[in-house]
């Protein structure tokens, strides 16, 4: 079978996922394996995207390669993605699937991602492989990637893939009227609120959106269309900021990023739903904050959204939402959508919770998104902290390296606890009491509240 390898690495040939396929290509010579390093290539093919038209339309297979970036692709691949939609090249019916290396943080709405625009391109998809960055230098990990293409093969050839769910049709949109012409004259410059918008010029429904907000928000607002913002380009995965906190790009960005965007006291993000989730822009924005390493810059701060399209089928850009909240420690207050409901309702929910969250310095516990994707990062920063300096020092100073061996206390009380009701007689005195031992830590607080009423 023809197999065309979809590099989105910006690494190119230099690229860890490749060398998973290049592994494989060694293995399957039965098969004709192509590259394209679209990656590394993106500004040309943006002006030439003609000249792997040729290449496209014939494969059998194509195959997306990259690393995961901040919850998803890498900018480079994301604007490919944009691209083949754009172009209306003819790859239906084609098989396509994905290869990933990560450390699997995110790792899942990477995928799901990929898969959603699959089929939206009338590609027939096929699950993908997700290695870490380490898996293919163990046997483990080879055996993993030959089995994965094998079973690649085996679904080609059986015609058995996922197949287009109806309700991820494209419905008629309905453009938002703005209700709230006039400010309301209450806004007063307290608090610094920044509305972050990738937002184009045609797009009618978020900029009324955007506009009524800022009338009925009781706080000043600012807002930054960061597709104004002039980037030199996407993220390269170099790893120059690990060190010393600075981008190798000289647009000036990390400094923007640091003054004007991290300093509000909270952010609302706005923007229209596109190729499930939004124009590239915004993940090019994403995708250079990574000059904040791993550090979670602006924990503590209240987070909304202003999102025009289905976001009520849009599951994975659901998840992708409270996700990065979780992550990034910040209070998700509300996500004020157009679609199905009432959208200045909406705006008037978000602008009553935001205003409560900032007062009040809302925070939450982590649930497993939070807690699950920080142990990721803690376990990495951990072992890498002779590289990402800048990381571990903050690691250090916030107590994030909470490993559970450090609970030497907590591990010895329950060895003893279980060295005890291993003994028979303290098995029966014991028995239909255990909740009652569990519990009265707890009823100590209960009742300690109750005497400071």
Excluded: W
């Excluded at 490919?80 to 990933?100: G, M, P, R």
């Excluded at 450390?103 to 898969?115: P, S």
């Excluded at 509305?195 to 009338?215: A, G, Q, V, Y």
């Excluded at 990495?380 to 571990?392: A, F, P, R, S, T």
């Amino acid at each position: 079978m023809k197999i065309l390898v979809i590099n989105g690495s910006p690494k190119g040939n230099n690229s860890i996922t490749l060398q998973t396929l290049l592994f494989l290509e060694k293995l399957f010579i039965e098969h004709q394996f192509t590259f394209l390093n679209v990656g590394q290539k993106i500004k040309h093919y943006e002006k030439n995207f003609d000249e792997i038209k040729e290449e496209l339309e014939n494969t059998d297979i194509i195959i997306f390669s990259y690393p995961v970036y901040t919850f998803l692709v890498p900018y480079q691949l994301y604007r490919f993605i944009e691209l083949l939609k754009e172009k209306n090249i003819n790859i239906k019916n084609k098989f396509a699937t994905q290869v990933s290396t990560s450390k699997h943080f995110y790792d899942i709405t990477a995928h799901k991602f990929v898969e959603e625009n699959c089929l939206d391109l009338g590609l027939k998809y096929i699950k993908g492989l997700s290695a870490d960055m380490e898996d293919l230098i163990e046997k483990k990990g080879q055996d993993d990637a030959i089995n994965f293409f094998n079973y690649l093969i085996f679904c080609a050839e059986n015609n058995l893939h996922i197949k287009q769910n109806d309700n991820n049709k494209e419905k008629e949109k309905i453009v938002y009227k703005r209700k709230c012409t006039d400010d309301n004259g209450a806004n007063n410059k307290e608090k610094d609120v920044l509305i972050l918008t990738n937002c184009s010029d045609n797009d009618e429904s978020l900029r009324n959106m955007i506009e009524d907000f800022k009338s009925i928000f009781p706080y000043k607002t600012r807002e930054i269309n960061i597709r104004d913002y002039k980037f030199h380009g996407g993220c390269l995965s170099c790893f120059g900021c690990a060190v010393t906190g600075k981008c190798v790009y000289k647009d000036g960005f990390d400094d923007f990023l640091r003054k004007d965007i991290q300093t509000a006291d909270a952010i609302i993000y706005a923007f229209s739903i596109e190729n499930h989730y939004t124009h590239s822009s915004f993940k090019l924005y994403e995708d250079r904050q990574f000059c904040n390493g791993h550090r979670m810059v602006t924990e503590g701060m209240p987070v909304g959204y202003i999102i025009s399209g289905d976001y009520d089928k849009e599951y994975n850009l659901q998840t992708l939402v409270e996700a990065r909240c979780e992550v990034g420690g910040n209070f998700l207050t509300h996500v004020a959508n157009d679609y199905n409901r009432d959208a200045y309702d909406e705006l008037l929910k978000l602008s009553s919770i935001m205003k409560y969250a900032i007062d009040n310095k809302c925070t939450r516990p982590k649930n497993f998104y939070g807690v699950g994707g920080m142990k990721i990062f803690r376990d990495l920063i951990y072992v890498m902290q002779g590289l990402m300096k800048e990381d571990h020092k903050y690691y250090k100073k916030h107590n994030v390296y909470d490993f559970p061996q450090k609970q030497r206390m907590k591990m010895l009380q329950i060895k003893l606890v279980g060295a005890l009701i291993s003994i028979p007689s303290m098995q029966s005195k014991m028995k239909n009491k255990m909740n009652e031992y569990i519990l009265m830590p707890y009823k100590k607080i209960i009742d300690n509240a109750s005497k400071k009423n």
